[in-house]
């Protein structure tokens, strides 16, 4: 399993956070607490590709709005919930739709298909994102000695516990 981890998790980590990342992120951190992975390697691998995913939402609202509308129509509550945080909150709402989830993708989409400045969601994306990165990042590896510290044997039990926990979160947060 750790040789499994070693050679693929940075790649499971790109990919999963391209499309977010927060449950990756902290999976991440537990693991390069344990040894599995590096931080720092993680925290960047994390960064980047959640940066690319937003970026890549933002300029498919910006170049394709028919198709941008048509994905968005079924989620028409966190829609209108994604344009009052705009409204609210102006260009900081890019640092908070990391945290939210259900809106995460929405936000960047929601940018695209307003006249907001590319050049500046690409600066707030930045910052955010960085921000993002290594609060998560660090935060999972200083809690990975408490999740871990029973036993190096109960690991990947302790792992579980962290993901289903987040999960949990996560099914609740899509319910309110």
Request: overall charge positive; charged content about 15%.
């Amino acid at each position: 399993m750790e040789e499994l981890i070693k050679d693929w998790g940075y790649i499971a980590l790109f990919a999963y956070s391209f499309g977010g990342g927060f449950v990756g992120l902290v999976v991440a951190g537990v693991l390069s607490y344990a040894g599995d992975l590096n931080i720092y390697i993680s925290i960047l691998v994390a960064g980047v590709s959640n940066f690319l995913g937003d970026q890549f939402l933002f300029t498919l609202a910006r170049k394709n709005k028919m198709y941008a509308k048509d994905m968005m129509k079924k989620y028409g509550r966190k829609v209108a919930l994604a344009h009052l945080m705009m409204r609210r909150y102006g260009s900081f709402v890019v640092f908070f739709q990391k945290y939210i989830y259900g809106i995460k993708t929405l936000i960047p989409l929601a940018m695209g298909l307003t006249k907001y400045s590319s050049k500046k969601f690409i600066f707030f994306n930045i910052l955010a994102t960085t921000l993002w990165a290594v609060v998560v990042g660090y935060a999972s590896y200083t809690a990975g000695e408490y999740i871990l510290s029973s036993s190096d044997d109960f690991k990947y039990i302790g792992l579980a516990v962290v993901v289903g926990v987040f999960l949990l979160l996560s099914f609740i947060f899509r319910r309110v």
